[in-house]
C-alpha cells in the first residue's frame, strides 16, 4: 500500500525540488533573458516572472524530462508578448534626454569590447534588431537550438525560423566595417 | 564566410552575456516562489463526476480567492510586518535599480554638453536611506528622499518598479491633521493593473485608511511624515480617513464624488503594524512638484524638463465631522477646508493623477 506522504511534508519537497532548480537554472535564463530583452533590469523581471509562471505549474513541470526547456520556453514567450508592451513604454519617454537614455545603456559594455575588434559592432547592431529576430539569432547561436527546435519552442515554420535568421545575419553583416564584409548565404544549419 | 560571421556571433553573444551586472542572479534567487506542491488538475480518467465536483470546486475556490490577481498574490490592505531580509533586499533591490539609473544618466551626459538636471538629483538620492517602507505581504515599496527628488520603488516576487520624482520648486508646507498627495499612479505589471499613491502628512497624523472609488479600504503606511499605499485594479483614491491625537478627519481627493462620506471601515479593522507615525512627528516641509518620471523597469525620463501633460489638481473637502463621528464611534477633528496645486507627470506606461488635498 502506498502511503501519502503528509501535506506538509510534500510542500517543503516541492519547495526544496523547486529551489534547486532555482539555483542550478536562474543563470542560465538571466543570460538568455538578458539577450532576448537587451536590458538588464527587464531581464531580471523577466526571470522572475518566468519563476513565477513555473513555480505555479511545479507539479508537472517538475515530472518534465527537461524543466528547463520548459522555463526556457516560457520566458521567451513572456518576453516576446511583453515586447509590445516595452516597445510603447520607450515610444513613451519624452524629451531629448530620454532618447539619449533609450540610445545609451549598451555604450560602456560596446566600449568594454573594443578591444575584441567586430565584436563590439556586433553586439551594437545586436540590440537594435527587431525582439524576435534577435531571439531567433540567441536561440539558435547562444543556445544551440536546432532550427526545428527554435521553431518548436516559438510556435512557428522552420522556414520562418530560417527567413528571420537569415535577416538577422545579413542585418549584423551590412553593420560590419567593409574589411571584414561577409558573403550573404543562407545561415548553415 | 558566413561561417566566420557565425562564429563572431557567438562570441559576441557570449561576451555580451558575461556582461550581465553581477547580482542579478542572486536578487533572482532571493525571492519567495511558494512552488504549488500539488497538481491542481483532475486525472483525466477519474470520469465525469470527479470531473463535475472538480469544477464546482474551481468555482468555489474563485469566490473564496483572494481580490489580488496572481500577480500580486499575497497582497493585504493593511501593511504587515515586513522581516528584516524581506526589507534588507528590498532596499537593496532599490538602491541597485537607482545606481542603473544613475549610470545610464552619466552616459547620456557623457554624450552630451553638460549635465542632465536628474543626474545630480539620482545622486542624492542612491546616497540617502529610505524615509518609509511599506511593506504588504510579499511587496515592499521604499521611498527615497534627497530634498529636491524623490523615488518610489516596489518590488515582489517578480515585480519591481522605480518612479522618480523631482521638485520644481520648493514645496510648502503639509498642513497639520491632512495629508498632501504628491501623485497617484495608475500603471500595469504583467497586464494587472495597479494604482499607488504617495504625498506627506502631516504633523499629527498618525494613520489613514484610504477609502477607493470601488468601496474598498485601504490602510496606508504613514511614516516620518511620508503616506503611501498602493493596491491592484485601477480604482482611484476618493478620500482618507485620518487618525489624529484628536480624533478623526475625512479628506476628500474626488469632487466628482457625492457629498456625503464614504462609510468607514468596520469596526475592528486591524491596524496596520509598525507602520504608524509617532504622534507629535515633524512634518514635512510640504508637497513637490513632480516633473520627471521612470519606466517601470528603471529607465528615466527627464525631469523638468516638460511642463506635465495631464496633471490634475483634486480639491480636498472634509466629510461631516458629525457623520463621520457617527459611523466610526470616534470623535471628529476640527479641521478646515483647503486646496492646493500640485503636478504630476504619467508614468512610462501608465497614467498619474497629481495633485493636492490640502
Known sequence: MRIRP????????AKADFEQFVTASSDALLRTAYLVVWDAVEAEDLVQECLLAVARRWPRVRRMEHP????????????????????????????EEAAALAAAPDEASARRLDAVGIRAELIEVLGTLPPRQRTVLVLRYFEDLTEAQ???????????V????????????????PDISLSTKEPSR | MIEQLESELRAALK???????????????????????????????????????????????????????????????????????????????????????RGRAAVAASQRAGTPPMLPQLEKLSATTPVLTDTRGPFTFVVFNSGGANASCISG?????????????????????????????HTTRAGDAYTFVEGRAGAGVKAATLVLSDGSHIQATVQNGWLVAWWPGGAQLSSARMTTGSGTTTQRFDSDLPADCPAPPPAGTPAPSGSTTPSGST?????????????????????????????????GAICSAVSAA?????????????SAAGAAQAPVGGTATGGTGG
Not at chain 1, 72 to 95: K, Y
Not at chain 1, 150 to 160: D, K, N, R, Y
Request: aromatic share 2%.
Open chain 1, 6 to 13: 503528509a501535506p506538509s511534508t510534500r510542500t517543503q519537497r
Open chain 1, 68 to 95: 528547463h526547456a520548459y522555463a526556457r520556453r516560457v520566458l521567451v514567450n513572456l518576453a516576446l508578448d511583453g515586447t509590445q508592451r516595452r516597445t510603447r513604454r520607450r515610444q513613451e519617454l519624452v524629451g
Open chain 1, 150 to 160: 527554435v521553431a518548436e519552442l516559438l510556435g512557428c515554420s522552420v522556414g520562418t
Open chain 1, 162 to 177: 530560417k527567413s528571420s535568421a537569415s535577416r538577422g545575419l545579413t542585418r549584423l553583416q551590412a553593420a560590419l566595417s
Open chain 2, 15 to 101: 561576451a555580451r552575456a558575461d556582461d550581465l551586472p553581477a547580482g542579478a542572479g542572486a536578487r533572482v534567487r532571493a525571492r519567495e516562489y511558494r512552488p504549488r506542491a500539488r497538481d491542481l488538475r483532475p486525472p483525466v480518467a477519474a470520469g465525469v463526476l470527479t470531473t463535475a465536483a472538480a469544477a464546482a470546486a474551481a468555482v468555489l475556490l474563485i469566490d473564496l480567492g483572494p481580490k489580488a490577481p496572481p500577480a500580486f498574490a499575497g497582497w493585504t490592505p493593511t501593511p504587515t510586518h515586513a522581516s528584516r531580509a524581506q526589507v534588507a533586499v528590498a532596499h537593496g533591490n532599490c538602491t541597485a535599480q537607482l545606481a542603473q539609473l
Open chain 2, 157 to 185: 516576487p517578480g515585480f519591481a518598479s522605480v518612479t522618480m520624482q523631482s521638485a520644481a520648486r520648493a514645496p510648502g508646507p503639509t498642513p497639520a491633521g491632512r495629508v498632501v498627495l504628491s501623485f497617484q499612479i
Open chain 2, 283 to 315: 512634518t514635512p516641509s510640504g508637497s513637490t512638484t513632480p516633473s520627471g518620471s521612470t519606466t517601470p523597469s528603471g529607465s528615466t525620463t527627464p525631469s523638468g524638463s516638460t511642463t506635465p501633460a495631464g496633471h490634475i489638481n483634486s480639491r
Open chain 2, 326 to 338: 457617527g459611523r466610526s464611534g470616534q470623535a471628529a477633528g476640527a479641521s478646515s477646508v483647503g
